[in-house]
Structures are given as C-alpha cells and as structure tokens.
C-alpha cells in the first residue's frame, strides 16, 4: 500500500546520559568517581576523603581568566576576527594606509563596550555569589556555639539553621524546636514548587534532652554517593554507645537539601555533601549564551561581503597585469576596500537590541516583563512552534474540588449540601456512623448516608496536609493560644501539592474538618464540635514512580486499625476490589477536564499490621535496593482493597487562553502543550482552551509498546489529515526509538500537538528534535521547575512567575507574568525587534557598500592605483557620527500601530519566512548601493547632471515600488491605506 510506512531502523540514535538529563553541569561531574561517605556528627576531622569546599561559584571566569576569556570569545567568530586582522596590519609600514586609529578606534569601542558589559555581568555574579557565601550561620562544637561562614562549613559539621534561613549545605535533619517534632520547609528555588514540604528529625536525636547532647553520643550517618536526584536518598543512622546500638533508615523525609528555606522553627542538621556535590549545585546547568539566527544570517552576509572584497581587490590587481609587487598591491586593495564589510553594523546591531529591551520593559500592556537575554529579541519575531506547559501555565494551578462519585451515585457543586447532610447525620446517629458492620452480623449494603460518610473521612485522613495558625499579633502567645482552641480564622493548610489542600479544604466545607497534625498523631473535628483522634502509624508518601499515597491509621476512640490510599486510576484498578464502573466513570470525570483520584481502604487486625511493620522496618533499614524492597513489602498490603470513591478537581483557565492561542493560530506559529497530567484531562484542557478548534478532529494516539504495535499506528495516523494529535509519553519514546523521522514528519504537519504523562526529559528532547527535522525557530513557555530544561533548549525561553516559583523565569530568556502577554510579546515587540534590526543592517551595509563603490571608481580612474580616496577621520566619521543618527533612527521604525498589529496577527507570518532579510532583499541592496553615484563621479556640469542623475536614481526605485504595491502588496499595506 502507498501509505504504508516502511519498516526500517531510525536515522539517528540519540543516546541520553543521565547527567545530561538532568542538566547537570558537566564541570562537577565529569571524571569524578562518587562513593559513599559515613560521615561523623560532630567530627569534621574524621572525615574518610577530602571533599569539595561549600562555596557557591556561578561566574564564567576569574581574575586571571577574565581578558583572556573574552577576548577569545569576540575572535573566535569571523567577524570579529576579519578586523582584528584588519587593525593589526597597520603595524606594517608597506600596508599603512593612514593613522591607526582608523582602525583600531572602531575595533577598540567594540571591545571596550563588550568588555565593560561582561566585567558588569561578572560583577554582579560575583557580587551574588558572595553575598550568598558569606552568610552566617551558627555550628555546634565541643566549645559550645560559634559563627561560621557558609563557605567555611565543611561536611560533619553540626549547623544549627533558624526560620526564614537558607540551609547552607545538603544536611541530615537531626532535631527541631517545634514540639510537632517536624519543620516545614519552602523548596521553590530547588524544584520550582512553592507548597511547604514537611521533614522529619531522626528519632533518636530529636529525644535527646538538648542539642548540645548530639556531640555527646557517639554516632555516623551512612550516606549514599552524591547524586543528581533531589526527591530520594538513602541512608542509615547508627548510635554505637546506646545498649543495644541504635540503627534507623534515613530516606528524603530526613533530609535537608541546600539552596531550601526552613520554614518553621529551629532546625539542627549534619553536613554529609558540600560544595560540587551538594544535590542543588549537580543539577544546576549553566547555559549557554544563545545566538539568535538573525545573527547568523548577518554572519552569513558578512561572509559574501567579504569574498566580494576578495574578488574586487583581485579584479583590481589583475588589471594592473600583476606588475612588481603585486601581492603588496592586493594587500592594500584589500585594506582600501575593507569597509564593504562594516564594523559597525555590530555595534548598531547591539545598541538596537539594547533598544528594543528597553522597549518590552517598558511596555504598561505587559507590566512586570523582563528580558534576561538581550542578544536575542529579534527570535521573538520569526516563531514557528510554540511549546507550552498546561498546569500553571494555560490554567492557574488553582484547584477547585468538583465531584465526588460512589459509582451508584455522583454529587457536583450543586449538590454538596446533600453530601453536608449525610456527614452530619453520620455523627448525630451513632448506629449509622458505624464503618463496618460487626463481622458476626450478615453482609448488608451499605447506605449512601454511611458510604458518604467512609468516603469524606478518608479524604480527610489519606494526605500529607499539616494546618499552621498564624497569629495576628506580634505575641507569640497569640499562635499557641489559636492552635490550642483550633480558630479556624487563624489556620492555614499547608502540603506538598495543591490538589492535596484543596480535598482538605472540601472535607472542611461539608464538616469534618482537619484541625491538628504532627508527625504521630492527626485531629478532625466532627460537625458537632466533637475531636477525633487518630495516630498515625505508617505514611507512604506520592512518588511519580507509584503514583499513589496511603496512611495506616488507629482511631482512638476504637483502636481500629485501616489502611487507606489514593491514587491515579492507572494503578489503583490493580489494587481495589473488582468493579464495573471504574474505568468508565474515570474516563467519563477525564473527559470533563478533571483531575482523578481513586480511594480505597482496608481494615487491618493488630496481628496484620504487626506482623507488616517488622518486615517494613527491616525493608527500610537495607542500605542496598532499598526502593525495590520497601516497594514490595507495602504491596503485600495493596490487595483487595475496598473502593470507596472517586475525587475530581480542577485546574481554571488562565485569563485571555484561548483569544491568545487563537492570535498564535492566525499567526502561522503551532502549538504544543507538554503536560505531565493523564490523556483525558490534557484532552480536555486542549478543547477548553481552543487549542484544538471545534471542528478539528483529534486522533488519539493508542497505547504502543514495541515496533510492530508503531508501525501500525503511524500508518493509521497517516491517513489523516488536518487532525490534532495526542499521545503519552510512553507511546512518543517507543515512536521516537524506532520512527524518530517518519513520526516528527507526521506530528509537525499537526495543526496541534498535546503531549501527556511527558517528563522534564522528553520536553527538552522534543524541542531538540523540532530545531532538528524542521530548522525552524521554537519557543518553550514554562511556569515550573520541571519546565527548565525545556526553557534552556529552545531557542526563545519564555518563564511564567506564577505559583511554582521562579525558577522557570529565572531560566529564562523573557519572563512575563501571564500567558497573555506572550500574544503581544510575539505580535507587537517580536515583529518589530525583526523588522528593524533587518532594515538597520541592510542599510548599514547600503552605507559602507557606497563608499567602497567610490573608491573603487576613484582608483579605476587612477589607473588602479591603491591609494585611499578619504583620509583618517573622514572614513571613521562617515561610519560613525555623520551617519549615526539617520542610521540609528530605524530602530524607531514602526509600519502599522501596536493595537493594529495584535488585531490582525497575520502580518507576523511573513517574518516566520525570513523574508525582511534575505538573499533576495541583500541583492536590491548591493544593486542600489553601486547604481546611485557612478554618473555622479564622471559628470562634467553638476547642476543639471546631478538633477538627470537623482531623477535617474530615483525613477526605477518608484517605478519598481509603483509595480509591487500594484500586483504584490505588502499584508500590512491593506491596513495602513
């Protein structure tokens, strides 16, 4: 068949390291073997390898390496290089064409200019670094406490951190000052989120009576090698002097990692990683300087200019006959015509990009944008795919509790006042608050009132929400007196995810509320005003592997022992009891743009969950596989579990969404959503933010795991046309291992694309492969950390200060503040940064072109003599102030107005063909430079002549002007007529 797709091996093998994933920065880890440490508390001198010094170093260069680098970075590239070379003949005496400062002033303000904007960059660098080193901090010691530098800390240190403080160094927690027994702590500039995570102490150290007593016990931590992953570790703690020894696990819960912020309490930790191999600093990549393509197409005019200069001196030497020292000749020739490659297109170039990012931050309809790479503002002027992230992004990661199924049974917003009703009654009548029928009474159904019941408490027990009151005073007393009494307008909830609050936040609503939590026990408050106490027996904490979380609880009143967990419906099916609405009622929730959560539950005996914790602490306590044999334990446990519900929550929209993407739309550029979340939801937002349009088709991309199950599928999707696609990330690495070509072929012909379940990875690797298979200009918009990686690799970064931090825009090329302003971005600042600094370079080049055309008349006329028709400052004036201004002024050009431009987004799909500066348009611009002043120079009455000639000059322009505005106007010239 025709469409078939041949079977046959991918063209390019890509081979990912994990480093390189990632994003590790190759300097701290290259050639660097990692291995376990057993670090002493207290005991810096004990240490078994001498290990990097904890200083934070994120310049480019230092004293010595400054010059040297820069100037080697300027003449690494021809440009540059060409009038190095230029400057340096002047030495000679047969090549001096005149003083040395007619070429060394030009080359010199350059490099003066570059130099002084690396020393400023470097300066501040520097300034930051310090200023981050230098914090103090307190360290306990045998001669109790003293003040020490962060860059002098070093691993075995006891460092004691306070509320509101950077932790300096990767550290095991070992005790706190809140009586919870825990501390929270903010991660946004780790991992991009700005939900508190909670922490434990090691329980033995944190029984200790005071702290000074850890330097009293004698005790290691057993740590793993220093890696790049920032969500687990493992590790042991072992106290030789107790009786008997005290050995406990470590995992990340007991971890602080630097570059966090404690916040709450006091926090006591050991220093086990510094410097190079602390988490924070492996996964940190410097990126590259980006040069924009603009640059490079001027690097490659710059390039034709000069073989022309070439061919020209050659031209001029060969009519000489090559006579006597005709090489000497061919030298000054080449130095005579030298200006046809202008110097100082550069630094117009430079003061123009300047000029344009002056422009975007100043702009009142896109207030708070930044522009943290100014090399670049000509890329946002020629997009061809836009690559956006969804949570935080499209939508405001603002999670809003929709829908409670119990499969028989469905309540939405309209209808929580029922689901109010059954709490209360469940709590006021006790022989219906009953969980479970007594096992020696039959088997009865339930009612919804009780499964009503089941399903809200276990959502208000299955989390990892602490609730913090905050006072609103400046007593201290305030805040103790508000979590004794439980005021609910002094509490907040705190957790590792938003869509955990805000199942919290509904359990409150209909009346069972969540009022304390520490690390052993958890307090609801019925409808009635009554506390319910429950110990907490085990946490299982989310992980992206498992994709769930569960609780063992003891209810206090009873001492009944359940197990509960919720999690994705992917991995819940094969862990409750069988059922017929599962699946179906998922989908159905999926397809409404909600977020799924599955909860069950499953009492345990005490001979159950006994016989569970010792084969769970023994799991926990391996040094080796220890992931592998926790993981197996708890699954003993995850059998047979009773289903009690299904939660669906959901993410709004962003403001203006869909009129941008419609603006992206009409501007020729495609869109790509990247997302982490599950096919359906993607599905879903993409309809409801008109990413994909209504009379679309979609092809959903099924679920293939190896070749043949890939071929078949592309050969199905090649049969469509004008279809949006979505696939999974699983589906996308099995096309790209076996179809890499034949699937990227398909996808870009996609109106629309949506990625699920996609990694930080495979964000990054889709944007490599779209610069690669289309040579076309992309840009990546993120709001999170796991968006940085996609930020860095495409060639117009765009971060998003929202809810999860700042880390995407401190990564970025352009920060905004809303995915709205990306539509002006592009349309008004992109179109006009391309269009000017086009117009600018092809009339600096018109303007050098014009005088190297006299001076290659005026040596004709001379008998090909290699002597310069301007001397000393004239050449340089000309270039420079004579000319600058009526150059400079095209920066300030402006062919349609701003609310123009955003009205009719088509105008940008002329620039995404380069067509403001090509061959083409070069080649109207050589012709005109050397047409306008050859009559001029041999005229013989120069009144009249000079009026023949600019009639002569000037008439085919108009003509030629006349003709394309009659058959091939310009988009904007409908506009403006």
């Known amino acids: 068949m025709s469409d078939n797709i041949p079977l046959q091996p991918v063209r390019h093998k890509k081979i990912h390291d994990s480093k390189q994933r990632s994003g590790c920065c190759g300097w701290c880890c290259r050639g660097r073997d990692f291995k376990p440490r057993t670090v002493w508390l207290g005991h810096p001198e004990k240490r078994d390898h001498k290990y990097p010094r904890n200083v934070i170093n994120n310049q480019k260069y230092n004293f010595f390496t400054f010059l040297p680098g820069v100037l080697f970075n300027q003449f690494k590239y021809f440009f540059n290089l060409y009038f190095l070379l230029l400057a340096c003949s002047q030495f000679v005496p047969d090549l001096r064409l005149g003083a040395l400062y007619t070429y060394w002033a030009p080359l010199g303000f350059v490099l003066a200019v570059t130099v002084i904007r690396e020393a400023v960059e470097e300066i501040r660098c520097y300034v930051r670094d310090k200023e981050v080193n230098s914090q103090i901090y307190s360290k306990l010691t045998a001669r109790g406490t003293m003040v020490v530098k962060s860059s002098n800390i070093q691993v075995g240190d006891l460092i004691i951190v306070d509320k509101n403080q950077r932790v300096p160094a990767d550290m095991i927690f070992l005790r706190t000052s809140d009586k919870s027994g825990s501390c929270f702590i903010r991660t946004d500039q780790l991992d991009g989120e700005t939900d508190w995570k909670m922490r434990l102490p090691v329980g033995c150290t944190q029984r200790l009576p005071i702290a000074a007593d850890l330097l009293q016990i004698r005790s290691y931590v057993y740590a793993e090698e220093p890696n790049l992953d920032i969500h687990s570790f493992v590790g042991t703690f072992t106290r030789e002097d107790g009786d008997p020894p005290v050995n406990e696990s470590l995992s990340i819960e007991n971890t602080l990692w630097a570059s966090t912020v404690i916040a709450s309490g006091t926090a006591v930790g050991v220093v086990i990683y510094t410097g190079k191999e602390m988490r924070s600093v492996m996964n940190t990549s410097h990126p590259k300087s980006k040069m924009g393509l603009f640059d490079l197409e001027v690097n490659c005019l710059m390039k034709i200019l000069f073989f022309a200069l070439v061919v020209l001196s050659l031209v001029m030497v060969s009519l000489q006959h090559f006579r006597g020292r005709w090489y000497l000749h061919l030298f000054r020739f080449f130095l005579l015509f030298s200006q046809i490659v202008p110097i100082s297109i550069r630094v117009n170039l430079d003061m123009g990009k300047m000029v344009y990012s002056l422009m975007i931050r100043k702009d009142s309809k896109i207030p708070g944008t930044l522009v943290r790479a100014s090399t670049i503002p000509e890329q946002l002027g020629r997009i061809s795919y836009v690559l956006t992230d969804k949570t935080g992004t499209l939508t405001k990661n603002e999670m809003q509790f929709r829908r409670l199924h119990l499969g028989t049974v469905s309540y939405g917003l309209d209808s929580m006042d029922e689901v109010e009703s059954h709490v209360f009654s469940a709590y006021t009548q006790p022989a219906v608050s009953q969980d479970k029928p007594p096992s020696t009474a039959p088997k009865i159904r339930k009612t919804v009132s009780v499964r009503v019941h089941e399903a809200v408490k276990a959502i208000a027990l299955c989390h990892n929400v602490t609730p913090v009151y905050e006072s609103h005073g400046p007593d201290s007393t305030d805040r103790a007196e508000a979590e004794q009494n439980y005021e609910d307008a002094c509490r907040i909830y705190q957790a590792a995810s938003p869509d955990e609050v805000s199942l919290v936040q509904w359990t409150e609503c209909v009346g069972l509320t969540l009022v304390g939590r520490d690390q052993s026990s958890m307090q609801l408050r019925t409808p009635g005003g009554h506390i319910l ?37 992917v991995v819940m099916m094969g862990i409750v009891q069988y059922n017929d609405w599962l699946e179906e009622e998922c989908g159905n929730m999926a397809r409404e743009g909600l977020r799924v959560l599955v909860v069950a539950k499953k009492s345990l005996t005490e001979e159950q969950y006994q016989d569970f914790e010792t084969r769970y602490n023994q799991a926990k306590l ?319 009455s120069f009144l009249w002549k000079v009026t023949v000639i600019t009639l002569i000059s000037c008439l085919p322009l108009y003509v030629l002007k006349y003709l394309r505005r009659r058959f091939s106007p310009p988009s904007y010239s409908k506009l403006t007529s």
């Open 533 to 569: 106490n429950f110990s907490i027996l085990q946490v299982f904490p989310f992980t992206y592997e498992s994709k769930r979380m569960g609780i063992i609880v003891r209810d206090e009143s009873t001492g009944e022992i359940t197990f509960y967990m919720k999690g994705a419906d």
């Open 622 to 940: 391996s040094v080796h596989d220890r992931s592998l044999k926790v993981a197996t334990v708890i699954e003993s446990l995850e059998m047979e579990m009773e289903l009690l519900c299904l939660t669906g929550v959901e993410d709004q929209l962003q403001v203006d969404v869909r009129p941008t993407l419609e603006m992206l739309r009409n501007a020729g550029i495609k869109v790509w959503m990247l997302t982490g979340d599950k096919l359906e939801t993607a599905t879903c937002t993409a309809k409801n933010a008109h990413l994909v349009t209504r009379n679309q088709d979609i092809h959903i991309f099924r679920t293939i795991t190896n070749r043949g199950e890939a071929h078949l599928e592309l050969n199905a999707f090649r049969r469509k046309h004008d279809c949006a696609l979505v696939i999974s990330g699983d589906s996308l690495e099995v096309c790209l291992k076996f179809y890499e070509y034949e699937f990227m072929e398909l996808a870009c012909q996609c109106p629309a694309v949506v990625c699920c379940r996609c990694a930080p990875t495979q964000k990054a690797q889709i944007i490599r492969l779209l610069q690669q298979r289309t040579r076309k200009l992309t840009c990546a918009v993120g709001d999170g950390g796991n968006d940085v990686s996609m930020i860095q690799a495409a060639d117009c970064g765009v971060g998003i200060e929202g809810k999860e931090g700042k880390q995407a825009s401190l990564a970025s090329d352009f920060s905004i503040t809303q995915f709205k302003h990306l539509g002006r971005l592009l349309m008004v600042h992109g179109r006009n940064s391309y269009k000017r600094s086009a117009a600018l370079s092809q009339f600096v080049i018109h303007r050098s072109l014009c005088i190297s055309t006299m001076q290659a008349v005026f040596s004709s006329v001379f008998y090909f003599a290699s002597i310069p028709l301007y001397q000393g400052f004239l050449v340089i004036g000309y270039s420079t102030i004579y000319t600058m201004f009526p150059v400079f002024s095209l920066v300030l050009d402006k062919d349609v107005k701003s609310e123009v431009a955003m009205l009719y987004p088509e105008l940008y799909k002329d620039l995404t063909k380069g067509r403001p500066l090509s061959f083409k348009t070069f080649l109207i611009w050589v012709l005109i430079s050397i047409y306008q002043d050859v009559y001029f120079i041999i005229t013989l």
